[in-house]
């Protein structure tokens, strides 16, 4: 008999769809959230010695143990026992230590993996499970999606396979997937599924439009994050505001019904799963999650409570366009008004309410980066930017101001301070 216990997301029933292919009705999957699994493992565990089933084998993908179970499988392994764990989780690599287990963050190919893909591998390499066109198609699909490279690709089906996921029941998703991969020569979503799909699609970029009103920042350590509280379309959600705030290094989505933060990143340089490390959690290096503990309910609820949520840029402008080098205006907090111009050395400027800073910035890029991370500004309206130049040359016409703008020649840049 087979035993699979995995993940309850796609990538975690992915495997076991996959495994409903490989050995039909000769495996027993269980479905698990990250604490879950501990429970389901000890049962196995607990329930006869190994010797009174000695050609059983269990399971365990896109999960790992704690380390109390972690011996206790290590032990039932040197007993006789027949466990694979398959993981692609860089904070599981420690499993690689024992023979029983396998975690590889990248394919061999170079791809990031997933735990599907993995599996399939592992099936196929073992004669267990015949390759298809159609599999290839699914198992590409669900990796895609779990290692977000549908974004960077622009793989919009594999979005729209984990919008179908979380729109039927587990149990009928899961059926539905095995009789297709089981029948069909390639994977395709069915007409009734396409339309359905579609209205989800706007249903989710509604559900965004009202989150992104809702997103408050603030600094979690040296870190600039985006905190907003959501329990649904956490990827998409994550997806549009990084990209449409990348001054941010991380963005935190935190579910409370379920108490659970998801942690999101476009950048390179910032690893979430070593901040959800920080609380218990793990996960990728672009998309991990944690539970709602003390010090998270701390950090993420409590002390940014107060915080106005953050503003949005002007849309529509067509004067006070960002990038441009005779000057951009942008807002902040109090009535601040924050002017980032190029000056004659070619770097450019931050004037304060009129006052200069004392440094100034390589890029357009730097200098917006710095005062939407530091300043919570937002780009300004064309009339806010209309009303500060007409302001500007009045002053100038009646000898309120001299003529010329300060320039930075002789300053550093922010770099060199």
Same mark, same amino acid.
């Given at each position: 008999?087979?035993?699979?216990?995995?993940?309850?997301?796609?990538?975690?029933?992915?495997?076991?769809?996959?495994?409903?292919?490989?050995?039909?009705?000769?495996?027993?999957?269980?479905?698990?959230?990250?604490?879950?699994?501990?429970?389901?493992?000890?049962?196995?565990?607990?329930?006869?010695?190994?010797?009174?089933?000695?050609?059983?084998?269990?399971?365990?993908?896109?999960?790992?143990?704690?380390?109390?179970?972690?011996?206790?499988?290590?032990?039932?392994?040197?007993?006789?026992?027949?466990?694979?764990?398959?993981?692609?989780?860089?904070?599981?690599?420690?499993?690689?230590?024992?023979?029983?287990?396998?975690?590889?963050?990248?394919?061999?190919?170079?791809?990031?993996?997933?735990?599907?893909?993995?599996?399939?591998?592992?099936?196929?390499?073992?004669?267990?499970?015949?390759?298809?066109?159609?599999?290839?198609?699914?198992?590409?699909?669900?990796?895609?999606?779990?290692?977000?490279?549908?974004?960077?690709?622009?793989?919009? /089906?594999?979005?729209?396979?984990? =919008?179908? !996921?979380?729109?039927?029941? +587990? $149990?009928?998703? #899961?059926? &539905?997937?095995?009789?297709?991969?089981?029948? /069909?020569?390639?994977?395709?979503? =069915?007409? !009734?599924?396409?339309?359905? +799909? $579609?209205?989800? #699609?706007? &249903?989710?970029?509604?559900?965004?439009?009202?989150?992104?009103?809702?997103?408050?920042?603030? !600094?979690?350590?040296?870190?600039?994050?985006?905190?907003?509280y959501a329990e649904s379309y956490h990827s998409e959600l994550a997806s549009e505001l990084g990209t449409s705030h990348p001054h941010l290094d991380f963005i935190a989505?935190?579910?409370?019904?379920?108490?659970?933060?998801?942690?999101?990143?476009?950048?390179?340089?910032?690893?979430?799963?070593?901040?959800?490390?920080?609380?218990?959690?793990?996960?990728?290096?672009?998309?991990?999650?944690?539970?709602?503990?003390?010090?998270?309910?701390?950090?993420?609820?409590?002390?940014?409570?107060?915080?106005?949520?953050?503003?949005?840029?002007?849309?529509?402008?067509?004067?006070?366009?960002?990038?441009?080098?005779?000057?951009?205006?942008?807002?902040?907090?109090?009535?601040?008004?924050?002017?980032?111009?190029?000056?004659?050395?070619?770097?450019?400027?931050?004037?304060?309410?009129?006052?200069?800073?004392?440094?100034?910035?390589?890029?357009?890029?730097?200098?917006?980066?710095?005062?939407?991370?530091?300043?919570?500004?937002?780009?300004?309206?064309?009339?806010?930017?209309?009303?500060?130049?007409?302001?500007?040359?009045?002053?100038?016409?009646?000898?309120?101001?001299?003529?010329?703008?300060?320039?930075?020649?002789?300053?550093?840049?922010?770099?060199?301070?």
């Amino acid at each position: 008999m087979y035993y699979l216990y995995s993940h309850n997301d796609l990538d975690g029933v992915g495997c076991g769809i996959i495994a409903k292919c490989a050995f039909g009705d000769e495996v027993d999957i269980r479905y698990n959230s990250i604490s879950g699994l501990n429970f389901q493992v000890e049962r196995y565990l607990n329930r006869v010695p190994v010797q009174g089933n000695p050609d059983d084998l269990l399971f365990i993908t896109d999960l790992t143990v704690n380390s109390e179970l972690e011996q206790r499988l290590d032990r039932y392994v040197k007993d006789g026992g027949h466990v694979r764990l398959i993981d692609h989780h860089k904070t599981a690599n420690h499993f690689n230590d024992y023979s029983w287990a396998q975690v590889d963050v990248y394919h061999a190919d170079g791809r990031l993996s997933s735990a599907t893909s993995l599996f399939y591998e592992y099936l196929i390499k073992n004669g267990m499970l015949s390759r298809t066109e159609s599999m290839d198609q699914f198992v590409e699909l669900v990796r895609l999606y779990d290692t977000w490279e549908w974004e960077s690709e622009n793989k919009l /089906q594999a979005k729209r396979l984990n =919008d179908l !996921f979380f729109m039927v029941s +587990l $149990d009928e998703f #899961e059926t &539905k997937m095995v009789d297709r991969l089981r029948s /069909q020569q390639s994977f395709t979503f =069915d007409e !009734f599924e396409e339309k359905i +799909l $579609d209205m989800e #699609e706007n &249903k989710i970029e509604r559900y965004i439009r009202r989150k992104r009103r809702e997103m408050i920042q603030t !600094f979690i350590g040296s870190e600039c994050a985006g905190i907003v509280y959501a329990e649904s379309y956490h990827s998409e959600l994550a997806s549009e505001l990084g990209t449409s705030h990348p001054h941010l290094d991380f963005i935190a989505i935190l579910n409370m019904g379920g108490r659970k933060m998801s942690l999101r990143t476009i950048h390179e340089h910032i690893d979430v799963s070593a901040i959800a490390m920080r609380y218990g959690g793990g996960g990728h290096a672009k998309a991990s999650g944690c539970n709602i503990g003390d010090v998270v309910f701390k950090l993420f609820v409590e002390e940014p409570f107060e915080l106005e949520p953050m503003r949005a840029d002007a849309a529509r402008n067509q004067f006070n366009i960002k990038g441009s080098e005779t000057g951009v205006l942008y807002e902040s907090w109090g009535d601040d008004k924050i002017f980032v111009y190029l000056s004659r050395s070619g770097q450019w400027a931050v004037e304060w309410n009129d006052e200069p800073l004392a440094f100034h910035f390589k890029t357009f890029e730097d200098a917006e980066r710095h005062i939407k991370r530091n300043y919570g500004a937002w780009l300004a309206r064309d009339e806010i930017y209309v009303s500060m130049l007409t302001d500007h040359m009045r002053r100038i016409r009646t000898g309120a101001m001299p003529l010329a703008l300060p320039d930075f020649d002789g300053e550093a840049t922010l770099e060199d301070i």
